[in-house]
Structures are given as C-alpha cells and as structure tokens.
C-alpha cells in the first residue's frame, strides 16, 4: 500500500554490528524510508483498481432477434476496443425473460457477470402484477443506461389493417389479437391500456421475446402487436410489416408520418422501454467505477454511434446514479399507472 515503508530489517549474522543496528534503529536507507512514511497523511491507502481477467458473460433474458439481443450484438462489437478479455453473450430466455434475470440476481457480484436489457417491463411492472423470483430494485446494481426505446404498434402488410383506428373500431365487436414479447411487461401493460382506453376487447398473444413476437405479426399469426423500431423497421423497409401508431409523446423523427395514440383520441403514452446493463446486487465500488468508465466510453464511441443508428436504435446514456433514480422513478410510475387502470395477471 502506498505509505507503508518496510520497518522489517536483513540481519547480517556474522556481524554483530549490524544486528545492534537493525535491532535499534535500521539501516539508513530504512531510517529513511520511516522519516518518508511519517510524512504522508494518516490513514491514506492506495486507491483499489480492477479490470476483468478472465471473459465477462453478458446475459440477454430473451431470444436472439429482439431488440435487447440486437443492443447486445453493437455491445460486443464495440467491446474489444477497451477491454482485453473478451464478452461472451449469452440468450437466456423464459419465464416471460425472468429466468436471466434471476440467474443474474444470484450470480455472485465479482464483476463477471452482466445482464442487459434492465430497466423493461420486466423489472418495473411485472413483479407489480405477480410474485418474481427476485426483487427488481434491491437485487441488482444499475451500471449504465444504454438507450431508450419507444413503443410502436405493427401490423402485417397482408393483415387488412390500413389505420390504427380501423384495428380498434374491429375490436369492439371481434376478437383481435395482439403479439407480445412477454407477460406482464411494458408491451403488454400498453396493449392492455389501448384496449381499455379504446373500448375494445385485445387478445395478448404472448412469447419468448420481440423476435419471436415480431416473426409471429410479419407472418400474419395475429392482427397486430407492440414492438421497437430495431424490431419492427427491417419489415417495415422490407414491405412486410406497416406501423400504425406509437405510443411515444410526440411523433418519432424517423416515422413523421405515423401518429401518436394521443393524436387517435387514446388517453395514453409512455415513456418508452429502458434498456440498460446491471450486475449482481453488491458490486465492490471498484468494480462499478470499472464499468461506469467503460460503458460512457462504449456510449460516446462514433462507431458505436453509428451501429446502433444502423440498428434504429437511440444512444441514452446515463451513469449508474441517475440510471438508478430513473428506475425507481419509472418503478413508481408504473405502479400509479397498474392502479389507476385496475390492471391484473391471472
């Protein structure tokens, strides 16, 4: 540690001289290592570093081709331009994307394991409707909010759905179906919320993520679903799939033509999915401060930038701190919003 001078001496046991002198006051180049010591303030220590020795496991709860397995995708290209070790991503879905998420809450807090994906629906309304397996806020270590994605309604192109407003009017006196990337997160809290804000009955039609939720509108398995633009845009370019609404504040920059829920009469928005990276409750602060540091600089990277633009996918860093306080902010909206919609999972 910095400070500390060795007070341990070398004893010359042919020389009687020189154990009188190491017994008594040491040698001089250790007499002036102790003047050295007592010089430097009290109590100080050197300051603790880390950085991973061995691969970091990047856990995804979901299936490939959802919109946090492509975050998780730009993440591990950009990851060797600062890390020596490398990232291993791993797709672990299930449990409407609680089964990763549990596997993080009880992996041990050493650094070397990563989930992405915190801060969705998941976390902040579905341990609201049922009993998780793990507790959102208090068991996991909010590291860096990545990006923010809204919300957007798709419709196959072969669906006969032209507007948003022809699905709900549908609605009010047939059975419509709806995709879902899971139960009890963000999209299926926004499909229940249009449905009672519109009159209509939805049927939420739920699976293991936005991938397989996406392919299941693109083949025309059900009338329509909520999903990101990462998700949705591909189809959309590919005349496959035609957004009919979203369910941002204001209209989206890259879709000026589609109109917001509220702009159709729908009393409701949202402030879009959370997607960022956490670690095990109870991270050493030399482990978090590690990756607080690499992930603004992942963030700010032009070639991150860019792949993530590619991906139709916005840059929304924020630290651990404010990312933290974002997500009790949201946790709590979310309950208010749970409550005023008297909104259940059987």
Excluded at 119 to 138: K, M, T, V, W
Aim: hydrophobic letters at 40%; a negative charge; one cysteine or more.
């Amino acid at each position: 540690m910095a400070g500390c001078g060795s007070s341990g001496t070398s004893t010359d046991a042919t020389s009687p001289a020189s154990t009188e002198q190491s017994a008594t006051h040491g040698t001089p180049a250790e007499q002036t290592a102790s003047q050295q010591t007592s010089t430097e303030p009290a109590g100080q220590e050197e300051t603790k570093t880390w950085k991973p020795e061995k691969a970091v496991t990047l856990i995804v709860p979901y299936s490939a081709g959802g919109s946090t397995d492509v975050l998780a995708r730009v993440v591990e290209k950009i990851w060797p331009k600062y890390v020596d070790q490398p990232l291993t991503v791993v797709n672990q879905p299930g449990g409407s994307g609680w089964v990763g998420r549990e596997a993080v809450a009880k992996a041990a807090p050493d650094g070397y394991t990563l989930m992405i994906g915190y801060g969705s629906g998941e976390d902040l309304i579905a341990p609201q409707l049922r009993e998780a397996p793990f507790d959102p806020i208090n068991d996991f270590q909010p590291i860096a909010l990545l990006s923010n994605h809204a919300i957007l309604f798709a419709t196959s192109t072969e669906s006969g759905y032209e507007t948003m407003e022809q699905l709900l009017e549908a609605a009010k006196s047939a059975e419509v179906t709806a995709a879902l990337s899971g139960v009890g997160n963000l999209m299926d809290i926004t499909v229940r919320a249009v449905a009672k804000a519109a009159g209509g009955e939805i049927t939420g039609v739920p699976f293991a993520g936005g991938g397989p939720a996406t392919t299941a509108m693109v083949g025309n398995q059900v009338d329509f679903g909520p999903g990101h633009q990462s998700e949705l845009m591909p189809h959309v370019k590919g005349g496959r799939l035609r957004i009919l609404a979203v369910a941002s504040p204001e209209r989206e920059s890259m879709l000026a033509d589609v109109p917001t829920l509220k702009e159709l009469g729908i009393d409701y928005v949202n402030a879009g999915s959370l997607k960022g990276i956490a670690a095990p409750a109870g991270l050493p602060e030399e482990i978090l401060a590690y990756y607080e540091d690499l992930f603004a600089k992942i963030t700010s990277d032009p070639e991150f930038q860019q792949a993530m633009a590619d991906v139709y996918q916005p840059v929304n860093y924020k630290n651990p701190e404010e990312f933290g306080a974002m997500i009790r902010e949201y946790y709590e909206m979310y309950s208010r919003l749970i409550k005023e919609l008297d909104i259940h999972v059987e």
